[in-house]
């Protein structure tokens, strides 16, 4: 089913739910099939009608194809604007691959507009009923294959024009009863098809699409349950072709995990075909049945080695890696010695482990910078973000880290996604936060509780609301400072290796590059002639940054009538400037690069 209420969700996350809209609703209907999205928006009043594939299927709108209106009875009542508009994309939203690599190069984009469905009587119903659809085009549909216990082999056709329309997707509904990995393979192909595998609830949990008529495989931990393998074809890459679906069991999961608590925990947890955070909170909490031996480390790394087929998000993967492979910030843990995980660790070791980094228990140090002053902690009221993402968010607090926050101010004003996608809201009352180590995620995680003053105001980066218990407060500033005074302790962000805010203090840019993992040019010299370097640098969207020597901001404007600057000092003020005066403050500048 096409997905009525998002525009972010791929054809794969959004093809096995139907939605229905409301009276009175005007809901987008989007295709996102392709790389470019074709949108019909529509406004209903005075009919309930139920919205499910029957009825949008039969739009194509990858070849400007409208003719489901057809269809309908009293079409002139239909109030609709067409246009249909040539253009191309870089990636497929599906895969996130080149559109190269599967041979699309141009996508023809068809929008309906105000298709106005208030004057239209409920014949609509009928005749959208009796549509015909795809027999197993959707989950609800799907051909069941039986239970595997050794090998199944299917057969198909994708991707061929039938009475219902393009055949685009056949579902294959099987089902494990007992813990293995499957491998599912798809080949005798001829044309392009993709391969990809749900859980029970509609769940994607992994897919595999090389492109032009390769073969697609996928290997993957399913515990007992039922699950569906889906071969699509969307937006006819490569036409019709015939296909040959394998389901093989693999390995037994007792072969791989062999102590028995591990084991338990491991196979009550894989019926979804994930391991989810919480799934391996529970793993490793698992291991304290008294102290951690040798298999169960042993088990643990086998986990984490096999991590895409246990279908492990990066960000769980980073850091269980941390739990039970090493870190050097696991030295200490609240100020005390603590270590790396070893065969014989007591269940406390392992708890603090847990605790330091999936629930961010390990508070930096939070002193004032003389040093005299030792700052306590309050869990914050409030919202991550309040209103959106703005530069304008960032209110430096008492610790010199003003590379850091103009590096946030800058990221906020050119790209307010990547802040948005630095954090994960683990839903309860932490966020996993993530950096760039040069071209590698790295992960720590931040509870709400942050250093307050003694009449409960922010002592670091601000939180725009007041004071620490007020539900307006807006927290992703002081959160991603927090999480940047823990990484620091993981040696690689060039600070002073110590879980504290004052380790953070004077930095350099570099700190774009691990907010958003681009590459930067570095410190230049501000000289008189760098006004056109400064004005194409902006006006190519790159993040610019600007010192005076002894603090940071970042370029947020310029007018080119006026040749007027905006620059935002991350302490909370605007100042427009000319270029002269720009240059006359500022002695040093960068800014990211790709």
């Known amino acids: 089913m096409l997905d009525l209420t998002t525009n972010s969700k791929s054809f794969l996350e959004a093809s096995v739910a139907p939605h229905s809209a409301n009276l009175g609703e005007t ?24 919205i499910d594939e029957s009825f949008i299927e039969p739009i194509d709108f990858l070849s400007s194809n409208v003719e489901a209106l057809t269809l309908i009875p009293n079409k002139s009542e239909v109030g609709t604007n067409i246009s249909t ?32 469905l208030t ?24 051909d069941s294959v039986g239970t595997l216990t050794t090998s199944i082999t299917q057969t198909g056709q994708i991707g061929g024009n039938e009475s219902y329309g393009k055949d685009t997707r056949d579902y294959w509904k099987f089902s494990v009863n007992s813990d293995f990995k499957v491998n599912l393979s798809l080949s005798g192909l ?78 009550s947890r894989i019926g979804d075909g994930q391991i989810d955070r ?33 279908g492990l998000d990066g960000y769980v993967q980073n850091l269980a890696n941390k739990v039970v492979n090493g870190n050097v910030a696991n030295q200490k843990y609240k100020g005390a ?29 939070a002193k004032s910078s003389s040093g005299n002053t030792t700052y306590s902690y309050k869990q914050a009221s409030g919202s991550l973000f309040q209103n959106g993402i703005s530069y304008q968010d960032i209110d430096q607090g008492g610790v010199g880290d003003c590379y850091f926050v103009a590096s946030l101010a ?71 400072e927090k999480a940047y005074a823990q990484i620091n302790e993981s040696a690689w962000i060039g600070q002073d290796n110590t879980n504290s805010y004052q380790g953070i203090a004077y930095g350099t840019l570099k700190a774009i590059s691990h907010i ?13 002639g760098d006004f056109n370097s400064v004005v194409n640098a902006f006006n190519a969207d790159r993040i610019i940054y600007l010192s005076d020597g002894g603090h940071a901001y970042t370029l947020v404007g310029y007018n080119a009538t006026t040749q007027m600057f905006k620059v935002y000092n991350p302490y909370g003020s605007t100042q427009d400037m000319t270029w002269t005066a720009l240059d006359n403050k500022f002695v040093r500048w960068g800014y990211s690069t790709t």
């Open 85 to 116: 508009s040539t253009s191309t994309g870089s990636n497929d939203k599906i895969t996130g691959q080149p559109l190269s690599d599967i041979g699309v190069t141009q996508l023809n984009n068809t929008s309906l507009n105000s298709f106005n």
């Open 119 to 142: 004057t239209i009587n409920s014949q609509i119903i009928s005749d959208v009923a009796v549509l015909a659809t795809d027999p197993n085009g959707t989950i609800a549909t799907a």
């Open 337 to 365: 010695a603590l270590g790396n995980l070893f065969a014989g660790s007591s269940a406390t070791h392992m708890e603090s482990l847990v605790d330091k980094w999936f629930l961010g228990g390990d508070h930096p140090v």
């Open 190 to 267: 001829s044309g392009n098809a993709g391969l990809a595998l749900y859980n029970s609830a509609g769940k994607l949990l992994t897919w595999s699409n090389h492109g032009g008529a390769n073969s697609e495989s996928i290997s993957h931990w399913l515990g007992k349950g039922d699950y569906y393998a889906l071969v699509y074809s969307e937006g006819n890459w490569g036409g019709s072709t015939n296909y040959n679906l394998g389901l093989q069991a693999g390995t037994q999961l007792s072969s791989l995990i062999t102590d028995y608590t591990v084991h338990q925990a491991v196979s």
């Open 410 to 480: 800058g990221t906020a004003f050119r790209s307010p996604d990547t802040i948005r996608d630095m954090f994960i809201d683990n839903n309860d009352g932490t966020f996993t936060v993530r950096f760039f180590n040069g071209d590698k995620a790295d992960y720590v995680t931040v509870d709400k509780y942050l250093p307050t003053t003694a009449g409960g105001n922010a002592v670091f980066a601000g939180w725009g609301g007041g004071s620490y218990n007020e539900s307006n407060n807006e927290l992703w500033v002081a959160l991603a």
């Open 278 to 310: 919480n799934d391996m909170i529970a793993i490793l909490r698992s291991t304290k049945d008294g102290s951690v031996i040798a298999e169960e480390i042993n088990d643990l790394r086998d986990i984490l080695n096999d991590a895409k087929a246990f």
């Open 27 to 50: 809901v987008g209907v989007i295709d996102l099939i392709t790389p470019e999205s074709a949108i019909i928006n529509s406004s209903l009043g005075g009919l309930a009608l139920s």
């Open 516 to 528: 958003t993992g681009l590459n930067n040019t570095g410190y230049k010299d501000l000289e008189a």
